[in-house]
């Protein structure tokens, strides 16, 4: 019994098999660059998350030895928002327009100044924010510019597209639907006025199903091609924040996952959906749960930005190496993450990146600290309204590439006052889309009962009473930059209402 599964992220594609026991046998990392044609643009062809996934195919199942045959069920889980308009014989129209696209910025502004109520569009799709880059404003911005691709028989999300070429299904999950901006959460449907102004019709939007459930079978051209048995299920996933989440084991209230990736973000399972003014919230995979999700839209990625200029090909382990020498607050440097705007609680796309207290005596690794320190004060930014709601916490369970790291691990408990578990698979999104095939395929009856069988944690951090008075300062310092160089002028030229 094996699963194979696809996250398709900004940046990369990971395949990963992973066998009945919940084992990770094999993963592999497929990188492709996004295409910036103008500024604040972001696209890719199509074709590179096809080839992406099938190199995956190769390489995982060349590193286990497993047998093809075996394989039971396909599963995934991507980025939210990007898509990719196709003609009547499914031939793309356009590049996929990626979620980090901020060409819509302006139509977002006019619809809200105009017609889209705050209050009511946050009641129908559980965004905080009337957000530039979900896929509905940039619908509008093909209607105004690119009308022969607004005019596509079918628009289709990542894994969508994939699904289709994989089974002749067109179909997507309601996470990925809620997160497009034009699904109504209170009645499970396309919501009719937002296609209106988006000037569509539901016959160009996929069918809607719950995560995990089989959208069609391996298509026998396409098992030839890649290697495969025909006939295998191939099943809907979720967005990456969630199956991490569900890899992760946070499938009751209470739990929160944490990903520092490209962005921040986190899952906090709920009993009930919150309505807040600060964090998005949406339909669980689990039925009858809910989830909050406050994230900010640059993270690590700021890291990366940074070895790329000063250090280009070396590794994270050389680039971080001499950092845990840097004492706590880097020596007065404060560094504001928000390349792209800030996210939750105060979003403001006009935000940018700011490196302050800079002195002749900083180094390389007192940059490198401060952005991790700064990641750190980004995840309590984001917990602080959860917490409001009076949801206890007990512990994070943290995701992702920054998870490898036990110096940014520590730092995350010390600040929050909250011990920071690191799970065995950190590859928790590719495990969650397995965890949803198995159900979907019957493995599992649920996934609380597929999470009790399969996550496992690796290693707990525990915070430092010491430490942690220490970075409350850190996170003050952080607070007030942000506060004296963005919420005060944000508040005063009336763009937050």
Not at 95 to 105: F, S, T, Y
Request: overall charge negative; glycine content about 10%.
């Amino acid at each position: 019994m094996l699963y194979l599964t696809f996250d398709i992220g900004t940046t990369s594609l990971k395949t990963a098999l992973i066998n009945g026991p919940g084992e990770l046998l094999a993963v592999h990392v497929e990188e492709y660059a996004l295409e910036t044609p103008r500024p604040d643009w972001a696209e890719l062809d199509p074709e590179t998350y096809w080839f992406a996934a099938k190199a995956g195919i190769e390489a995982v199942f060349e590193q286990c030895g497993k047998s093809r045959q075996d394989l039971s069920a396909l599963g995934f889980s991507s980025q939210g928002q990007s898509f990719i308009p196709l003609d009547e014989g499914g031939k793309p129209l356009y590049n996929a327009i990626v979620w980090v696209d901020g060409r819509a910025q302006k139509i977002a502004e006019e619809w809200e100044r105009e017609w889209l109520s705050l209050q009511e569009y946050q009641a129908l799709s559980g965004y905080p924010s009337v957000a530039a880059g979900l896929t509905v404003f940039k619908l509008a911005w093909l209607a105004r510019y690119e009308p022969t691709a607004h005019q596509a028989a079918r628009f289709l999300f990542l894994p969508d597209y994939l699904i289709w070429r994989l089974t002749g299904a067109m179909a997507t999950d309601y996470n990925l639907a809620q997160m497009s901006g034009l699904y109504d959460i209170r009645t499970g449907d396309w919501h009719p006025q937002l296609m209106e102004a988006a000037g569509i019709t539901p016959e160009q939007l996929p069918q809607v199903l719950s995560p995990g459930t089989v959208a069609g079978e391996l298509l026998p051209a396409v098992a030839q091609e890649w290697g495969l048995p025909a006939g295998v299920p191939v099943c809907v996933g979720c967005n990456d924040q969630l199956a991490g989440a569900v890899g992760a084991g946070n499938v009751q209230p209470g739990v929160v996952t944490e990903t520092t990736g490209t962005a921040l973000a986190l899952i906090v399972s709920t009993p009930e959906l919150l309505v807040d003014r600060t964090f998005y919230s949406g339909v669980h995979a689990v039925p009858g749960l809910f989830y909050a999700m406050p994230h900010a839209g640059t993270s690590a990625i700021v890291l990366k930005w940074l070895r790329d200029l000063a250090a280009p090909g070396a590794s994270y382990e050389e680039f971080l190496d001499g950092v845990d020498s840097v004492p706590i607050g880097c020596e007065g440097l404060t560094v504001l993450p928000h390349y792209i705007g800030s996210g939750a609680p105060e979003y403001n796309p006009r935000a940018r990146g700011v490196f302050a207290g800079l002195t002749l005596r900083h180094e390389r690794q007192h940059l490198v600290r401060a952005i991790m320190e700064a990641c750190a004060c980004l995840l309590q930014e984001c917990l602080e309204p959860v917490q409001a709601h009076q949801l206890q916490v007990d512990a994070v369970r943290s995701l992702g590439g920054a998870a490898r790291s036990d110096l940014w691990l520590q730092m995350k408990a010390d600040l929050l006052g909250i011990a920071v578990e690191r799970p065995v698979c950190s590859d928790a999104a590719n495990l969650g889309g397995a965890m949803l095939a198995a159900v979907g395929t019957g493995q599992f009856r649920s996934l609380q009962e597929a999470a009790a069988a399969w996550y496992r944690p690796a290693r707990t951090f525990k915070p430092d009473a010491t430490r942690h008075t220490e970075y409350r300062q850190v996170y003050a310092k952080y607070r007030d930059l942000y506060e004296r160089l963005y919420a005060r002028a944000k508040r005063q030229s009336g763009i937050q209402k």
